[in-house]
């Protein structure tokens, strides 16, 4: 898996490309801005495949640290098979979900702003 980022001001875009499964978790888990606790992310999602449970359970688990340090991790650009897991699984409830990354961004932009 290839993991890009790139940064909008204080928050951080990151778009990893491929599968996301037990055998890529570590190298998501791995990722500076997604480990660093404090950082708000935007992760897109448009160029992962495949998403299973493992996957699935590392971006919950992200999510949960980041918010108990006060920043976030909002999901942007799922496609068809990726959505259709968080809609079978009823994770989107847990996530702000957007369809693009400017709406996803500015969304962390207002959020952090009003901190």
Do not use: W
């Not at 190298?27 to 950082?39: D, F, H, I, P, Y």
């Not at 992760?43 to 919950?60: C, T, Y």
């Not at 959505?83 to 409830?93: N, P």
């Amino acid at each position: 898996m290839i993991i890009k980022e790139t940064k909008l001001g204080n928050i951080t875009i990151v778009a990893p490309d491929g599968t996301l499964d037990a055998s890529t978790v570590s190298q998501l888990n791995e990722n500076k801005a997604l480990s660093e606790n404090s950082v708000t992310v935007v992760l897109d999602l448009s160029h992962v495949d495949f998403l299973d449970s493992s996957g699935l359970g590392a971006l919950v688990g992200i999510a949960r640290k980041k918010r108990e340090k006060k920043a976030d991790m909002v999901l942007t650009s799922m496609n068809d098979n990726v959505r259709k897991v968080f809609e079978i699984t009823q994770a989107y409830q847990l996530f702000d979900v957007y369809d693009d990354t400017r709406s996803a961004a500015e969304h962390c932009r207002t959020k952090t702003a009003g901190q």
